[in-house]
Structure formats: structure tokens, C-alpha cells
């Protein structure tokens, strides 16, 4: 019930193109969903933050949606850069620690 | 002016062996984490601390030993090492458990 489900494992998306990652989780106490960007060497980086009660938040070229009756919510990276190249992970917040997805590797082909 | 550091960044160490790990945040938070990324990039939780105080301690073997002197530091000593604790070991940091702020972590390789 702590999980969280994280796919595709890995995605090769085209310069300028949408990229995709979607999570999935069952525990409903969960409270805040942060998406995480990591380079290689890199720790983990917040980039983008949602509560349970909002259905989209958008920064920039990034955009969560959350559908809560689902328990799904999934970052969409817009016009996607070869600099978005990383590995993406989602997270789910409760009892005082994150619980995070198994990862995304993303390449953005130029 | 990094936020979270740890020190150090490599540590190559043998079977058996003692080894600690340093984590220092200068952002005021009160809450300070252990995280460990294994081979699969899947990251886990290992203990939290507020204000000095431990939280959580997510059935790890009582090897490790965290330590907080005080809310900006947390340490992490390990002892009698093995292979499968070869990973990279992540410090964060949070306010209101929120927001977490992670080092750039240490890779611990146990040969």
C-alpha cells in the first residue's frame, strides 16, 4: 500500500516533442506529490509539486495532472530539450517520508 | 553555497570495514533524511530525523547508525560492511516535511 508505481522505465522522445511519465498509487494518506529530476552524479532535484485537492499544476514546460478517484497522476514535459535528459521520478508524501516511483530514464533525441 | 553536502563524495572501502558519512544543510531546516539508491536507481528511505530527534528508522539493519549533533548535521556511521551495502547514499533535508532538498550524494562501493 506504500508503493508507487512509476512508468515506462525508460523513454526516448524527440526534440520538441511531449514526454509522458505516469505514477499510480493506492495509499490514500498520501498528501503531496512531487516529481523529482536527477542527472547522472546528481542528487535528486524537486521540480514540480502537487496536492491531492488540485487536478493540474503547470510550471514552464512541465505539467502534473492528478485524477484522484484514480489515484494516478502523471508529468507531461512540453517541447521536450535534449537538456531534459535525465531519470524522473515521482513521489508520494505521508507519515513524515517520500516514497518514490522506480524511475524514468528519458532521452530527448535531437 | 550548497544547500545539503556530504562528504565524501567516493568511498571505496573492504568487507568488514567501518566507514562513516557526513551530511551538513545550511537552508534551516528541521528535518533531515537518509536516503539509498541502489543499482536500479530505486530510492529508499532510511532514516529521518527532526530537530535531532530520530523519526524514522525504516527496518534497516542496525548496522548503520545515524547520528544528529545537532539539526544541521546528520551522520551516518556503518559498520562491519558488505557487499550489498554498495550503493549511493543520499542526505536531504525538509521543512515541514515537505520540499525535500537532497546532497549530491556518496557512492559507497564495498569491495
Known amino acids: 500500500q506504500q508503493q508507487v508505481k512509476q512508468s515506462p522505465q525508460s523513454l526516448i522522445v524527440q526534440k520538441g516533442g511531449i514526454s509522458i511519465i505516469n505514477c499510480a498509487y493506492e495509499?490514500?494518506?498520501?498528501?503531496?506529490f512531487p516529481w523529482y529530476q536527477q542527472f547522472p552524479g546528481k542528487g535528486p532535484a524537486l521540480l514540480i509539486a502537487?496536492?491531492?485537492?488540485?487536478s493540474e499544476k503547470k510550471e514552464g514546460r512541465f505539467t502534473i495532472s492528478f485524477n484522484k478517484s484514480a489515484k494516478q497522476f502523471s508529468l507531461h514535459i512540453m517541447d521536450s530539450q535534449p537538456g531534459d535528459s535525465a531519470t524522473y521520478f515521482c513521489?508520494?508524501?505521508?507519515?513524515?517520508?517520500?516514497?518514490f516511483g522506480q524511475g524514468t530514464e528519458l532521452s530527448v533525441k535531437p | 553555497d550548497t544547500a545539503v553536502s556530504q562528504t565524501p563524495k567516493y568511498l571505496v572501502t573492504q568487507m568488514g570495514n567501518d566507514k562513516s558519512i557526513k551530511c551538513e544543510q545550511n537552508?534551516?531546516?528541521?528535518?533531515m533524511y537518509w536516503y539509498k539508491q541502489d543499482s536500479k536507481k530505486f530510492l529508499k528511505i532510511m532514516f529521518s530525523?527532526?530537530?535531532?530527534?530520530?523519526?524514522i528508522n525504516e527496518t534497516v539493519p542496525n548496522r548503520f547508525s545515524p547520528k544528529s549533533p545537532d539539526k544541521a548535521h546528520l551522520n551516518l556511521h556503518i559498520n562491519s560492511l558488505e557487499l550489498g551495502d554498495s550503493a549511493v547514499y543520499f542526505c536531504?533535508?525538509?521543512?515541514?516535511?515537505?520540499?525535500?532538498?537532497f546532497g549530491s550524494g556518496t557512492r559507497l562501493t564495498v569491495v
Open positions: 502537487i496536492r491531492p485537492d488540485v
Open positions: 495509499n490514500t494518506a498520501f498528501d503531496y
Open positions: 530525523y527532526n530537530n535531532k530527534e530520530l523519526i
Open positions: 536531504a533535508s525538509s521543512q515541514i516535511s515537505f520540499g525535500y532538498t
Open positions: 537552508l534551516g531546516h528541521d528535518t
Open positions: 513521489a508520494a508524501h505521508a507519515g513524515g517520508k517520500l516514497i
